[in-house]
C-alpha cells in the first residue's frame, strides 16, 4: 500500500514538473510584503514575468539590457493592441507592464490597484519613480484619472484615440454610437444616475489644473474621422484645456493606410518617433527625494482604519487656516479616503479659517468641530500662522496640546495628523541650519501624544534645494499653486496608504504644560457686565468696504468705539483672551485682572487696513483655578497708523 501512495505521489510530481517546463520557469520571491509566485515566458524575444496581482493578471516585459533607473511603460486595457512602439522601446531599455483592471473603466476601485500595483514595483522592483503611461481607446479612462490622482510619478502620457468624456463614450451623449451595455456599467460602477452623469468631473477632461503644474507631457495620436470615439469629444478639448493650463500637449494624426472600425481602428505611423517621445521624457531616470523621512506614523492611524472598515461610518475633520479653508490637499484627502474605504459612509467636518493658527483653533475647536461631530480622525495645521501671528513658543505648546485633549477627551479612539506646512520664512530657517520654532511644536506635541507627524515645511525646502522645483514658479505662495498642493497631498496620501501602526494602550500622557488649553471654549459676548460705552450689535457688519471673514461677520459683536469706553467680564478659569475684529480704525486698550497690574494692548495689526482680521488676544493664560474678573478700557492713544480707537470683539476666550 505505501509503495502504491508513493508511486501516485511520484507521477504527480513528474506531471508537475513536465508542466512547469511547458509554461516557463515558476519562481517566489523572497522579498518584503506579498510578492506573487512568478511565471517566465517569451514575447516577441523578451522575457515576460506573469504573475497574479491582488488576483488579478499582471506582468512586466524585461529588457535585455535596462536603462540605468528601470524606465517603464504601463499599459492600460488592450495590452497587446500595436505593440509596435513597445518592442522598440524594450529594445532600448524599458521594461513593459500591465494589470488586469479591464472593464472597470478607471474608476475609484481600479486606481486603489494601480496604486499598489505602482507600489510594488517601484519599492519592491526597483522601477523608476516616474512611470510612461499608454492608453489606447478606453485606457484613456485609466491614465488620465490615475494620472490626475498622481501627477508626481508621471514622466509622459502617450494616449491612442482615448476616450477623454464617458459622455461622449460609453454614453453616446454626442455624436458617436455609444455602447448601452458598458454605459450602464460605467454608471453602475460610479454609482451615478444619468442625471448625475452629466455633471460628473471625474473624468479626464476635468481637474488637469495638477497635472499641468507638474508640466506632464501628453501626446495623442487619433484617426480625424473617429466616429467611435470622435476627437471633437475627446482629444481636442482635452488638449485645448490641457495648454490654457500650462500643460505641454501634442497631436498626431493618423491619416495613412486603412481606416478600421469606424475611424477608430488606424495604423500607427512612425511608432519610432513616437517611442522618442517617451524615451527622451523618462530618461535620464531621475530618483526625486523621498517622502519617508518627512514622516513620522508614532502610534499611527489604526484606531480610525479599524472604525472606517468595520463600522463602515467615519467622521474626519481638517483644523487649520487659509491652507485647509482653501480647497486643494483638504479635497484631495477626502476623496483618497472615500476611494480607500469605498463601503465607508463618511462626515467630513472642514474646519478651516484664513489667519487662524494653534491658539483660535483649541478656543473654536468645540463650537467649530465637536460641535458638528465626533471625529475618528483629525488633521491640524497651525505652524504658518503661527509665525504670523506671533504667539510664543510656549503658546504653541498649549494651544496644540490643548486641541489634542480635547479631542481625547471626546473620543480617547481618534487618531490625529499634524502638518507643518511650507512658506519663504521657514526655507530661510533652513537654509541658516535652524529648525523653525513653530515646526519644532508640531513634531514635539505629535511624538508625545502619539499623533502622527509630517513635515511638510522640510519637505518642500529639500526638495526646492534638490532643484525638483522652484518656489517662485512652482509653489509660488504660502497658499500654495495647484502644484504645491499636490506636494502635500502625495505625502499625505503616503501616511494613509501605510499599514497603520499599533496605536498602543490609548493612554493620555501627562500635560507637557499644566496650563494647555484643554477646557479652551468661547464665551459669547452678551455676558459683559457694567458696559460704559460698549454695546452689543447682534449682527455687525462693516460701514467700509474692507472684506472680511466668513463667520467673523453678520455675528453678535461687542463694540466700543470711543476712549474711555469700559466693561467688565467675569469668568471660570485659568487663561482669559479676546477674539476680536481688527480693522484700519482698531485702537488700543488697558485691561486688569482681579485689580491687579494694568496692562496695555495694541489691536492694531500690520493686515488691519487690508482686512477686518479675526485676531486672538490671550491676556492671561496662567491664572490660578477659579472666579475672575477682567475689566478692560479703550484708551486715548491709538496706533499712528490707524484711524481710530475701535473695539470689536466677537468671543470672549476661557480656558476653564
Not at 351 to 377: C, Q, Y
Request: aromatic share 12%; net charge positive.
Amino acid at each position: 500500500m505505501a509503495f502504491a501512495v508513493l508511486f501516485r505521489d511520484m507521477k504527480k510530481i513528474t506531471a508537475l514538473a513536465i508542466y512547469i517546463q511547458l509554461i516557463g520557469y515558476l519562481s517566489v520571491f523572497a522579498q518584503s510584503g506579498s510578492v506573487p509566485a512568478t511565471v517566465s515566458s517569451n514575447w516577441k524575444g523578451f522575457e515576460k514575468v506573469s504573475f497574479k496581482f491582488e488576483n488579478r493578471e499582471a506582468w512586466y516585459v524585461k529588457p535585455k539590457s535596462p536603462v540605468p533607473g528601470n524606465p517603464w511603460v504601463w499599459r492600460a486595457h488592450f495590452p497587446g493592441w500595436h505593440t509596435e512602439m513597445d518592442s522598440i522601446l524594450l529594445s532600448r531599455g524599458f521594461h513593459v507592464v500591465y494589470v488586469n483592471t479591464n472593464d472597470m473603466f478607471g474608476n475609484p476601485e481600479a486606481m486603489q490597484v494601480w496604486d499598489n500595483f505602482y507600489d510594488f514595483l517601484v519599492k519592491q522592483k526597483q522601477f523608476a519613480p516616474k512611470v510612461a503611461l499608454e492608453g489606447v481607446s478606453r485606457g484613456g479612462l485609466y491614465v488620465y484619472n490615475w494620472a490626475k490622482r498622481n501627477p508626481d510619478k508621471i514622466s509622459c502620457i502617450y494616449a491612442e484615440a482615448p476616450v477623454c468624456d464617458p459622455r461622449s463614450w460609453p454614453g453616446g451623449k454626442g455624436k458617436g454610437p455609444g455602447s448601452e451595455k458598458d454605459w450602464a456599467s460605467w454608471l453602475s460602477q460610479y454609482k451615478l444616475t444619468e442625471e448625475q452623469a452629466g455633471n460628473f468631473t471625474d473624468i479626464p477632461l476635468k481637474d488637469l489644473e495638477g497635472l499641468a503644474a507638474f508640466k506632464v507631457p501628453i501626446l495623442h495620436v487619433i484617426g480625424l474621422n473617429d466616429k467611435i470615439v470622435p476627437p471633437s469629444e475627446n482629444s481636442d478639448i482635452l488638449i485645448q484645456n490641457y495648454t490654457k493650463l500650462g500643460g505641454p500637449a501634442s497631436v498626431y494624426p493618423m491619416t495613412r493606410g486603412e481606416q478600421k472600425l469606424d475611424g477608430h481602428h488606424f495604423p500607427i505611423e512612425r511608432p519610432d518617433l513616437l517611442a522618442n517621445f517617451i524615451y527622451h521624457n523618462s530618461v535620464p531616470v531621475l530618483r526625486p527625494v523621498d517622502r519617508t523621512p518627512y514622516i513620522e506614523v508614532n502610534a499611527g492611524l489604526s484606531r480610525a482604519f479599524a472604525k472606517f472598515k468595520n463600522e463602515r461610518k467615519g467622521t474626519v475633520a481638517f483644523l487649520g487656516g487659509s491652507i485647509t479653508y482653501n480647497p486643494g490637499w483638504r479635497t484631495k484627502t477626502a476623496q483618497y479616503l472615500r476611494e480607500k474605504f469605498p463601503d465607508t459612509e463618511f462626515t467630513f467636518i472642514a474646519a478651516g479659517i484664513p489667519s487662524l493658527g494653534s491658539t483660535p483653533h483649541a478656543f473654536r475647536f468645540e463650537r467649530d468641530v465637536l460641535a458638528k461631530g465626533t471625529p475618528d480622525l483629525l488633521f491640524v495645521e497651525a505652524a504658518v500662522n503661527d509665525r504670523g501671528n506671533g504667539f510664543s513658543e510656549k503658546a504653541q505648546v498649549k494651544a496644540l496640546e490643548g486641541i489634542l485633549r480635547q479631542m481625547h477627551f471626546k473620543n480617547p479612539n481618534a487618531d490625529v495628523v499634524l502638518m507643518a506646512f511650507a512658506e519663504p520664512a521657514k526655507n530661510e530657517d533652513y537654509d541658516a541650519g535652524r529648525v523653525p520654532v513653530e515646526v519644532s511644536v508640531h513634531q514635539r506635541v505629535a511624538k508625545h501624544y502619539g499623533a502622527s507627524y509630517i513635515n511638510l515645511a522640510k519637505e518642500v525646502h529639500d526638495r526646492i534645494a534638490a532643484g525638483e522645483f522652484s518656489w517662485k514658479y512652482d509653489f509660488k505662495d504660502l497658499h500654495p499653486s495647484p502644484y504645491g498642493q499636490e506636494v502635500y497631498f502625495q505625502t499625505i496620501k503616503e501616511l494613509l496608504k501605510r499599514t497603520p501602526a499599533d496605536n498602543g494602550s490609548g493612554k493620555l500622557p501627562a500635560s507637557l504644560d499644566r496650563f494647555s488649553y484643554e477646557k479652551a471654549r468661547y464665551h459669547p459676548v452678551t455676558e459683559a457686565k457694567k458696559l460704559k460705552g460698549f454695546a452689543v450689535d447682534p449682527n455687525w457688519k462693516p460701514k467700509d468696504k474692507t472684506s472680511t471673514r466668513a463667520g467673523f461677520v453678520e455675528v453678535p459683536m461687542l463694540v466700543g468705539e470711543a476712549p474711555g469706553s469700559s466693561f467688565d467680564f467675569e469668568f471660570k478659569g485659568r487663561a482669559v483672551g479676546i477674539a476680536i475684529i481688527s480693522g484700519a480704525d482698531a485702537g488700543k486698550i488697558a485691561y486688569t485682572i482681579d485689580g491687579k497690574k494694568v496692562q496695555s494692548l495694541d489691536l492694531f495689526t500690520r493686515w488691519s487696513t487690508q482686512l477686518h482680521l479675526p485676531w486672538y488676544l490671550m491676556l492671561a493664560d496662567e491664572l490660578s483655578s477659579g472666579k475672575h474678573i477682567l475689566h478692560v478700557e479703550i484708551l486715548q492713544d491709538k496706533n499712528e497708523k490707524g484711524t481710530g480707537n475701535a473695539c470689536r470683539i466677537v468671543h470672549f476666550l476661557v480656558n476653564e
